[in-house]
């Protein structure tokens, strides 16, 4: 059974930049076409960016564009560099395994992290 498993976060001041990883595990599959998405507390799962699986297309959610930047590792792994964070940028951030193609909505991705912490303090 796949799993995913996040790494990099932590607490920053705003401003400041984070990598964070994201590696998928237990497949037998020749790739993961990979999203992230984040939850602030108090508020409902967001869409944050996602690539397909050779790195040619991806998607930002409009809040994102411009500061974050989603990128391959290998076929099973890939990170997101957060650049310019702001205090709404706080939240835990789940990577997951998409089924193809690609998109924003958290109904297409059917494998889930635990999540990692963002903090950026101002």
């Known amino acids: 059974q796949v799993q995913l498993a996040e790494s990099g976060g932590g607490i920053v001041q705003a401003g400041d930049s984070l990598r964070l990883s994201c590696v998928a595990t237990?497949?037998?599959?020749?790739?993961?076409?990979i999203g992230w998405f984040r939850q602030a507390p108090g508020k409902e799962r967001e869409f944050v960016a996602a690539?397909?699986?050779?790195?040619?297309?991806t998607l930002y959610a409009d809040s994102v564009k411009g500061r974050f930047t989603i990128s391959r590792g290998n076929a099973k792994s890939a990170f997101l560099q957060m650049n310019s964070l702001i205090r709404e940028d706080t939240a835990v951030y789940y990577c997951?395994?998409?089924?193809?193609?690609?998109?924003?909505?958290?109904?297409?991705?059917?494998?889930w992290g635990q999540g990692t912490q963002v903090t950026v303090s101002s």
């Open positions: 997951a395994r998409a089924r193809p193609p690609i998109t924003q909505a958290s109904a297409d991705y059917d494998s």
């Open positions: 237990g497949t037998t599959d020749h790739y993961v076409e």
């Open positions: 690539i397909n699986w050779n790195g040619q297309y």
